[in-house]
C-alpha cells in the first residue's frame, strides 16, 4: 500500500453499452436465460457513507453494530479496516474491535495479513492484531498466496517473506506482486520481464512494457511500440507486430489490432478473423464486447453475433454473465442471452461480483440492487464502499 490511501470503492461514471435485443445476426430469437445466484441479504455487509458518517448495512438496506466510522472498508478474511478519529483499526463481522484504531492507515487483512502505516513507515500485522513486521519500508504490499509481499526499500522494490526475510533484493524500479503461478513483472533500467518467486529471471528484462500472464500462460509485451505474446519461459510466441492488442480470454483468443481494425488471434499466433472491427475486447462467459461504427454489441464463440450492435456504449461480460450497459445516456443491465435485467434509468451502476449484488446511483445518491434487478436498499447513500459476504 503506498502512501496515497486507495480511493473508496465508489461508482465510477464509465460511459460504456447494452442491448435490448435478443436476435442474433440470423434474426433467430434466444429463450435462454442466465441464473445469477443471489447470497442472502443478511450475508452481505456493505459499507456506506450517509450525512458524512460511515457505517455498516445488509443488503436490504438495515444498519448493523450500531456503529459510526470516520472511514470504513470492506470486509476481509473476516476482518474491516475502519478509522476512527484519524486513526485506523478493524473489526470483526459482529462489530468490535480486533484491532484497536492505533495506526495512521490500513490495508484489507488478505491472506492472513494486512499493511499498517506508522509515522510514515509500512509494516504488517496478523488478524490477531499482533505486529508481524514492524513499520520500517517506504512502501508495503498485501502477502500474495506463495507468501511473499512486495516492497519498496530506498527507492527500489523487492519483496519479503512472512518473517520479514528480504527473499528478493529490492533491486527492481517497479515491480508487480506474484501471481497464482508464482511469476511477477519486474522493471530495471534495461526494461521489463518477469521473475519466478526465487528471484530468476524467466522473461528477460528487454521490453517496453509487459502486462500480466493470462490463464493460457501468455502475457502482453510491447516492443517499439509494436505489441506481441511471450509465455512463462521467456519464449516469444507472437513477435511483436500488433499496432495495439489485449490479453487472451477464456476462449484462447486475443483481440489485436492492425489495418486500422481489431481482429483475433489464437494461442499460437494464427489470426481467426480478419481486421473488422472499430474496437474489440477480450472473451468473457462466452462474449466479446466489440464496436463497429459508432455501436457496440456482443459477439459469441463463433465470431458471430450474439447481441447486434444497436448501443451507444457498454462494458464487457462479468463472469457470472451479466453486464452493465447504457441507452439514451442511462444504465442498466442485461444477460448474456440480451434479456433485461435491469432497465436503463440509472446514472450508472457497478459491474456485478460474485454476490449477486451491485451498487447503482440515481441523482447523485447510490444504493444496492440484485442480479434479478431489484432495488434492495433505497437509493439515498453519499456514497458505497465495496460489497462482501460474511458467513
Known amino acids: 500500500m503506498s502512501k496515497d490511501r486507495k480511493k473508496w470503492s465508489i461508482l465510477l461514471a464509465l460511459g460504456l453499452t447494452i442491448c435490448s435485443t435478443l436476435t442474433g445476426c440470423g434474426g433467430k430469437k434466444e429463450i435462454k436465460t442466465v441464473n445469477v445466484k443471489v447470497q442472502e441479504a443478511s450475508k452481505i455487509v456493505i459499507p456506506v457513507k450517509d450525512k458524512d458518517s460511515f457505517y455498516y448495512i445488509d443488503a436490504n438496506g438495515k444498519k448493523l453494530f450500531d456503529k459510526e466510522f470516520s472511514y470504513a472498508g470492506a470486509f476481509q478474511d473476516g476482518m474491516a479496516v475502519?478509522?476512527?478519529?484519524?486513526?485506523?483499526?478493524?473489526?470483526?463481522?459482529?462489530?468490535?474491535?480486533?484491532?484497536?484504531?492505533?495506526?495512521?492507515?490500513g490495508s484489507d487483512m488478505t491472506n492472513g495479513y494486512a499493511v499498517v502505516e506508522k509515522n510514515g513507515q509500512y509494516g504488517y500485522i496478523k488478524q490477531s492484531g499482533t505486529i508481524a513486521i514492524e513499520p520500517r519500508y517506504?512502501?508495503?504490499?498485501?502477502?500474495?498466496?506463495?507468501?511473499?509481499?512486495?516492497?519498496?526499500?530506498?527507492?527500489?522494490?523487492?519483496?519479503?517473506?512472512?518473517?520479514?526475510?528480504?527473499?528478493?533484493?529490492?533491486?527492481?524500479?517497479?515491480?508487480?506482486?506474484f501471481d497464482g503461478h508464482g511469476n511477477a513483472i519486474v522493471q530495471t533500467k534495461s526494461g521489463y520481464g518477469a521473475i519466478d518467486q526465487k528471484g530468476v529471471q524467466t522473461v528477460a528484462c528487454q521490453y517496453d512494457s509487459m502486462g500480466a500472464f493470462s490463464k493460457d500462460g501468455?502475457?502482453?509485451?510491447?516492443?517499439?511500440?509494436?505489441?506481441?505474446?511471450?509465455?512463462?519461459?521467456?519464449?516469444v510466441i507472437v513477435k511483436p507486430k500488433y499496432e495495439n492488442a489485449r490479453d487472451f480470454g477464456d476462449?484462447?483468443?486475443?483481440?489485436?489490432?492492425?489495418?486500422?481494425?481489431?481482429?483475433?488471434?489464437?494461442?499460437?499466433?494464427?489470426?481467426?478473423?480478419?481486421?473488422?472491427?472499430?474496437?474489440a475486447w477480450d472473451f468473457v462467459g462466452g462474449r466479446a464486447l466489440f464496436q463497429k461504427n459508432k455501436k457496440f454489441g456482443y459477439l459469441g464463440t463463433d465470431f458471430e453475433y450474439a447481441i447486434d450492435p444497436d448501443y451507444e456504449k457498454?462494458?464487457?461480460?462479468?463472469?457470472?454473465?451479466?453486464?452493465v450497459v447504457c441507452m439514451d445516456?442511462?444504465?442498466?443491465?442485461i444477460d448474456r442471452y440480451g434479456n433485461q435485467i435491469a432497465k436503463a434509468e440509472y446514472n450508472d451502476i457497478q459491474d456485478f461480483g460474485d454476490t449477486g449484488y451491485t451498487i447503482v446511483q440515481k441523482n447523485?445518491?447510490?444504493?444496492?440492487?440484485?442480479?434479478?434487478?431489484?432495488?434492495?436498499?433505497?437509493?439515498?447513500?453519499?456514497?458505497?464502499?465495496?460489497?462482501?459476504?460474511?458467513?
Open 329 to 333: 445516456g442511462k444504465f442498466g443491465v
Open 314 to 323: 457498454a462494458r464487457e461480460f462479468s463472469e457470472n454473465g451479466l453486464a
Open 138 to 177: 517506504e512502501e508495503a504490499y498485501t502477502f500474495a498466496k506463495n507468501g511473499l509481499a512486495r516492497i519498496k526499500r530506498n527507492g527500489k522494490y523487492g519483496f519479503i517473506n512472512a518473517q520479514g526475510e528480504e527473499v528478493i533484493k529490492a533491486v527492481y524500479l517497479t515491480a508487480s506482486d
Open 82 to 105: 475502519v478509522e476512527k478519529k484519524g486513526k485506523t483499526g478493524y473489526i470483526d463481522t459482529k462489530g468490535n474491535y480486533c484491532v484497536k484504531p492505533i495506526y495512521d492507515q
Open 364 to 391: 447523485g445518491k447510490y444504493g444496492i440492487m440484485n442480479a434479478k434487478g431489484k432495488i434492495t436498499a433505497k437509493i439515498q447513500y453519499q456514497a458505497i464502499g465495496a460489497i462482501s459476504a460474511i458467513n
Open 218 to 235: 501468455l502475457a502482453l509485451i510491447c516492443q517499439n511500440d509494436l505489441y506481441g505474446y511471450v509465455d512463462r519461459t521467456g519464449t
Open 251 to 279: 476462449n484462447k483468443m486475443a483481440a489485436v489490432f492492425r489495418a486500422t481494425r481489431w481482429c483475433y488471434i489464437n494461442t499460437n499466433g494464427k489470426e481467426v478473423l480478419k481486421p473488422t472491427y472499430v474496437k
